[in-house]
């Protein structure tokens, strides 16, 4: 747990301009959950940088054990919001695990995930993976690659286990995406079995992030996907290889959201947009200059009541470069995006990609019409909002006019094929023939029955 104190001494030394237009807050005193993650950012930022302070928001930031107790905590009011992944306020306002309507009116960054393996599992996918001219792999690694690792291990009565953070989470989805394009089976869920190991050739279960490496060091799993800085540590350690970053599967994919109740955004209206506001102008300082506060966001979540972890570890991906294999260091300036890009609108169709991936692994049971995904995505994801703070921002001389999409309808221009790993452009307009167009997993009237793809 965090006191205000020292962000209200930081405040004290900042402008007050902004002082006298404060909105009329119906709540100022906020306690905020989230994971010991890189990209819960724009939360250590806001505070400490004083911007919650500047809109007269007296917060607490507190680190959570698991996603899990982190949103029953919003949704049991222990916690007015939280850094969530982005399949959350989705999977709970359509009932999948516990329901509860929680709504985004902020998404907080875009990449920041990787895919690690053990040194083991490296070693025998390497004959797989062709090399450039300096003799290093060449990169994106297809899962391809691994295939007839996985084979092995089956064949030999070991199950390829991999871990991932959570079952609605962007790393279960990125991970199986990768598997998946690769032409290994990730698994299904049905309404009798949410294990979504059914028909798996790899085998996902839950693994907490911090956990990931020591996980890994164990041999209980044999590859993961998670977010930072938990891919680097376990390059520190020499206990695994990452092998691709979500960059590489999928070029500026959202990743996580800050998430509140919608019963939180109708009774304080006037406090959510100055939650918004603060968390924009986080955002903002973590992307301008080309990343030249980088290194001071990095001390600052190196801090144990952050992050905790090493300072060199957390800057390995968020200051513009990524290392796989130990030595091969490479250039991902967009490895971590907090702004640019309009990496904080809450686009439509960033939602509708994630409940897209719900009914391809079978979290989504039976069929859904495109009207249905739309409509769900609205519900949930909460640009109206977002716009208003920016607007606000941007009369008080706190953020520039271009960098926010005031024209959108809430869609981003369809992914192009080159930017995905599969080749297969996304458009969010169309997510049926999106599935459809997706060569492993449910599509149409498909459904998982008694352990097996009917229809």
């Known amino acids: 747990m965090k006191s205000f104190l020292t962000g209200l001494a930081a405040a004290a030394v900042s402008a007050t301009a902004v002082s006298a237009e404060l909105l009329d807050l119906e709540k100022d005193e906020l306690t905020f959950g989230f994971i010991k993650l890189t990209d819960m ?3 250590a930022v806001a505070y400490e940088q004083g911007y919650f302070l500047e809109e007269g928001l007296f917060v607490t930031l507190e680190a959570q054990a698991n996603w899990k107790v982190l949103l029953d905590g ?4 222990q916690l007015d919001g939280a850094h969530m992944l982005a399949g959350q306020p989705l999977a709970a306002t359509i009932g999948y695990g516990t329901q509860a309507h929680i709504v985004t009116p902020f998404s907080m960054d875009l990449n920041g995930n990787g895919i690690t393996v053990s040194n083991e599992v490296w070693e025998a996918m390497k004959p797989n993976v062709p090399t450039m001219e300096d003799g290093r792999p060449q990169h994106p690694i297809s899962a391809s690659a691994m295939a007839p690792v996985v084979e092995e291990y089956n ?9 991932m953070v959570f079952p609605v989470s962007t790393h279960n989805y ?4 990768w598997l998946a394009a690769g032409g290994l089976e990730p698994g299904y869920y049905s ?3 949410n294990s979504g190991q059914i028909g798996a050739d790899v085998f996902l279960s839950v693994t907490p992030p911090p956990q990931m490496p020591a996980t890994l060091e164990a041999g209980t799993i044999y590859g993961y996907c998670v977010g930072e800085p938990w891919n680097q540590q376990a390059v520190a350690k020499g206990i695994g290889v990452p092998v691709i970053t979500d960059y590489q599967i999928w070029k500026n994919n959202p990743e996580k959201v800050f998430g509140i109740t919608a019963e939180f955004a109708e009774q304080y209206p006037n406090t959510t947009k100055a939650v918004v506001k603060a968390l924009i102008r986080a955002a903002i300082w973590l992307d301008e200059n080309d990343n030249a506060n980088r290194m001071e966001a990095v001390e600052m ?3 144990p009541e952050y992050v905790g972890a090493d300072a060199d570890v957390i800057a390995a991906s968020m200051t513009g470069t990524f290392e ?9 300036p967009d490895f971590n995006v907090f702004f640019r890009y309009n990496a904080t609108y809450p686009f439509y169709s960033d939602a509708i990609w994630y409940l897209t991936q719900m009914r391809r692994w079978g979290q989504i049971a039976e069929p859904r019409t495109d009207e249905w995904f739309i409509e769900t995505a609205q519900s949930v994801y909460r640009p109206d909002i977002y716009l208003e703070a920016a607007r606000m921002l941007v009369d008080q001389g706190l953020a520039n006019e271009a960098d926010f999409p005031w024209d959108s309808d809430g869609f981003k221009a369809p992914t192009p094929a080159e930017d995905i790993i599969d080749g297969i452009p996304y458009d969010g307009r169309t997510p049926n023939a999106y599935l459809e167009s997706l060569p492993i997993g449910l599509k149409g009237e498909q459904r998982v029955v008694d352990g097996e793809v009917q229809g």
């Open 41 to 43: 950012a724009p939360l």
């Open 74 to 77: 919003v949704i049991d009011g």
């Open 155 to 163: 064949a030999s009565g070991r199950p390829f286990n991999m871990g």
């Open 174 to 177: 990125e991970l199986r995406y």
């Open 191 to 193: 309404p009798q079995d």
């Open 301 to 303: 979540l190196s801090r």
């Open 324 to 332: 796989f294999e130990k030595g091969d260091v490479r250039e991902i």
